[in-house]
């Protein structure tokens, strides 16, 4: 193991926004291609979410250089059916692709109840709870999942043959959506990266080396693979997502994802969003009073040990966002001083 790196930069939401966005405008991104991928990043960010957030704008630049991701381009966009639209990402940003597909289909989810949106060719789109928690605030309950490359390994199994594909879930809710965000793997990837950027060990359980043996080395980690979450809960939820968003739109399953981490292969993984329009439901009307409810209920429940209380999912990132907001983001040095060369280099 490395010595842990010197950690504390503190910056604000806005100068990491600004900083992303100026990068990739250099790069030749859009105005609102910056927009979008800047605010995916950060918000992962603020939420302690580091694996989701700057630390992957190299990647990010490398990509867009070699014209693995292009910049400036037109999605295609098909209603292959009532309600369902098909999009061709055109190997753009995964954030801008996404956003632009799920407000276009907007309009539809108010007229038609549901709609899926199934993108394929189209980067890796960050942290999935960010669209759930806009489309919830908006009046919509949504579902999103999407693959990784195959860096889980099969219960029972060492070779790594599942993506870390994640699931999450946003339903309206006050004063703040109900958001649920979880990869189907132990951990995800970018927390092993991340591990290694602090010069930390990782969590027992986490993952696997080369030969099959639990390891808390984030190197042996990368060598290795990630173990799926609960076991064989998280192995079989692994595989449908997989197929599910995968399959439908068109794009690749398993060994033959790449392009969400490496900096070598166009992004051959797929999305799959689904969006209901609660007003179309017998229960819509109170859905969000009555989820509000619950949550609360939830909360004020007895904990099992003194001192310590419930929370829901989505509890607590909201509130270290709301702490962040406030005094700022804490990242590695390398990792702010990394996107300063970039820009500086651009």
Not at 4 to 10: C, D, F, I, K, R
Not at 76 to 90: F, N, P, R
Not at 135 to 146: D, L, P
Not at 148 to 161: F, I, R, T, W, Y
């Amino acid at each position: 193991m490395t010595s842990p790196l010197e950690v504390s930069t503190v910056v604000s939401a806005e100068d990491e926004r600004a900083l992303i966005a100026q990068v990739l405008s250099r790069l030749g991104a859009s105005q609102r291609e910056c927009a979008v991928q800047a605010d995916v990043l950060t918000e992962a960010d603020l939420r302690g979410h580091h694996s989701h957030g700057l630390q992957r704008l190299p990647v990010l630049a490398t990509r867009i250089k070699k014209r693995l991701i292009r910049v400036d381009v037109s999605p295609d966009y098909v209603w292959t059916a009532d309600s369902v639209l098909s999009v061709d990402g055109k190997d753009g940003l995964g954030p801008f692709v996404a956003e632009s597909s799920l407000e276009r289909a907007k309009s539809a989810v108010e007229q038609r109840g549901i709609v899926a949106v199934a993108i394929r060719n189209s980067s890796h789109i960050g942290m999935i709870g960010y669209y759930c928690e806009k489309r919830a605030r908006e009046g919509f309950v949504c579902i999103a999942m999407t693959e990784s490359e195959a860096l889980v390994h099969p219960h029972g199994g060492k070779k790594a043959l599942v993506g870390t594909n994640p699931i999450a879930i946003g339903i309206p809710s006050h004063p703040a959506p109900f958001v649920f965000d979880m990869a189907t793997s132990t951990s995800a990837m970018g927390k092993i990266y991340a591990a290694r950027h602090r010069g930390e060990p990782i969590p027992q359980g986490w993952a696997i080396d080369a030969e099959g043996n639990p390891t808390t080395d984030p190197n042996e980690a990368l060598k290795g693979s990630l173990t799926p979450a609960a076991g064989p809960k998280g192995y079989g939820l692994g595989i449908s997502i997989g197929m599910l968003a995968g399959l439908l739109p068109g794009a690749e399953i398993g060994r033959l994802v790449f392009g969400t981490l490496d900096t070598e292969h166009r992004c051959t993984k797929g999305d799959l969003f689904l969006l209901l329009n609660p007003g179309a439901f017998a229960g819509g009307p109170t859905l969000a009073n009555r989820a509000a409810a619950y949550l609360e209920e939830l909360r004020q429940s007895p904990p099992q040990k003194a001192g310590k209380s419930v929370i829901v999912p989505g509890d607590r990132s909201r509130q270290v966002r709301e702490e962040r907001v406030r005094t700022g983001i804490p990242l590695p040095k390398e990792v702010w001083l990394a996107a300063e060369r970039l820009k500086n280099e651009l």
